[in-house]
């Protein structure tokens, strides 16, 4: 039973527009995390959240915002996208900190034309 | 900041075959190293950790050392299978990071028959 999921899977967006991706966790975890994943680079943080209603940034926040109603949803909002924004975006979540592995969703495909 | 460094960034071999990956970090302040895998078109998903203050770690087919003084990993891979084929992702967590894992950049696996 998945745990992480996304929504949605895919996406086109056009330069300049607002995307919001949604990312839905069920296994009770106080941190959820947004990453995007470029060819040939591995992860980077854009924002991550330990508790509802607070976003911290991450390694790459410029050009995203996030939110975090509740401890199950997490969105990450582009307001303005751009070219450069095209990836794949993975949210994750875990129990703890730093200390604890991540439990992925299935990532949301990002083309922005 | 912390960097995470892959090698090798790709490698073929025949079923059955072992496989090592090698992972080299940066800051010595890190202490946390979780390890993922993340098959075509699916999400990342945990296969083995080890902290910093073991040297080894083995479940089933694979074993992670360490070696704090070279900050230098291995994650060594036995009798190959084609569901092995995969990206294989290090990662790093620091003591004061916050509440985040760097990554590096992957390893790209391909086993055949």
């Known amino acids: 039973e998945a745990a992480v999921t996304q929504s949605p899977r895919s996406k086109v967006a056009v330069t300049g527009g607002k995307v919001t991706l949604s990312c839905h966790q069920t296994n009770n975890h106080d941190y959820m995390y947004w990453y995007r994943q470029d060819t040939g680079h591995g992860l980077r943080l854009i924002h991550y959240s330990y508790v509802a209603d607070s976003t911290e940034k991450g390694d790459i926040p410029d050009g995203y915002k996030a939110s975090r109603p509740s401890q199950e949803n997490f969105s990450l909002i582009l307001e303005l996208a751009s070219l450069s924004q095209t990836a794949v975006y993975f949210c994750?979540?875990?129990?703890?900190?730093?200390?604890?592995?991540?439990?992925f969703g299935p990532g949301t495909r990002l083309t922005v034309l | 900041g912390e960097q995470v460094e892959q090698l090798p960034s790709s490698l073929i071999v025949q079923e059955g075959a072992s496989v090592l990956i090698n992972c080299s970090y940066t800051d010595s302040a890190s202490v946390y190293f979780p390890w993922y895998k993340q098959e075509p078109g699916k999400r990342l998903q945990f296969i083995i950790d080890i902290r910093s203050n073991m040297e080894r770690k083995q479940t089933q087919r694979l074993t992670l050392l360490f070696d704090k003084k070279t900050k230098h990993l291995s994650l060594h891979i036995t009798a190959t299978q084609p569901g092995d084929s995969a990206i294989y992702f290090c990662?790093?967590?620091?003591?004061?990071?916050?509440?985040?894992?760097?990554f590096g950049t992957g390893t790209k696996l391909q086993v055949v028959p």
């Open positions: 990662s790093a967590s620091m003591r004061w990071s916050g509440t985040y894992q760097r």
């Open positions: 994750a979540s875990s129990d703890g900190d730093w200390v604890y592995e991540q439990y």
